[in-house]
T-cell receptor, first 113, second 113 residues
């Protein structure tokens, strides 16, 4: 599985957009980029995923570069409840590829008033 | 609503006692579930893979006799921490896969006193 690299922490002002980068330079053609977040003392929560096109849902937008070696998760209007650790994961689109899913350190996002 | 339900959410037990944590997939069958442990300010660490109808497989360094896993049905996996010690105090999280969708339990905060 492709390795991902994320900054360890990021601060964001409430109401502003939060742009979270992720580097996945070894991603292969059939692997998707997934984002999860973990609010303190809760289990991880799915946010969004994409292959090569930009994606948007009610939680966030995902921008994937044309060469697919990096991506950015955008929280358009950060709220205090968005304070969490955000994990970028690369996975294939088969059930087998989801076996022993391991997490990196992620990015600790702190949204301040 | 929650797709994977984990109970209890928090438990305090005395040293030497055993604690059972349940993980249920609510509206789908999960032949495989996964158990993670998370210490403060650290990422999730995969402990073991729970297989319905067969023995669990454990990651290196995880004591199978201490962390008993039972996956007796397609919707329920249990993790029993036996003879708990203060160093077992941690946040335990389960994961179930529905195809390529990963669902996590809410987590169990275990405190051993």
């Amino acid at each position: 599985d492709a390795k991902t690299t994320q900054p360890p922490s990021m601060d964001c002002a409430e109401g502003r957009a939060a742009n979270l980068p992720c580097n996945h330079s070894t991603i292969s053609g059939n692997e998707y980029v997934y984002w999860y977040r973990q609010i303190h003392s809760q289990g991880p929560q799915y946010i969004i995923h994409g292959l090569k096109n930009n994606e948007t849902n009610e939680m966030a937008s995902l921008i994937i570069t044309e060469d697919r070696k990096s991506s950015t998760l955008i929280l358009p209007h950060a709220t205090l409840r968005d304070t969490a650790v955000y994990y970028c994961i690369v996975r294939g689109m088969t059930t087998d590829s989801w076996g022993k899913l391991q997490f990196g350190a992620g990015t600790q996002v702190v949204v301040t008033p | 609503g929650a797709v994977v339900s984990q109970h209890p959410s928090r438990v305090i037990c005395k040293s030497g006692t055993s604690v059972k944590i349940e993980c249920r997939s609510l509206d789908f069958q999960a032949t495989t579930m996964f158990w993670y442990r998370q210490f403060p300010k650290q990422s999730l660490m995969l402990m073991a893979t729970s297989n319905e109808g067969s023995k669990a497989t454990y990651e290196q360094g995880v004591e199978k006799d201490k962390f008993l896993i039972n996956h007796a049905s397609l919707t329920l996996s249990t993790l029993t921490v036996t003879s708990a010690h203060p160093e077992d105090s941690s946040f335990y999280i389960c994961r179930a896969q529905r195809g390529t969708e990963a669902f996590f339990g809410q987590g169990t905060r275990l405190t051993v006193v």
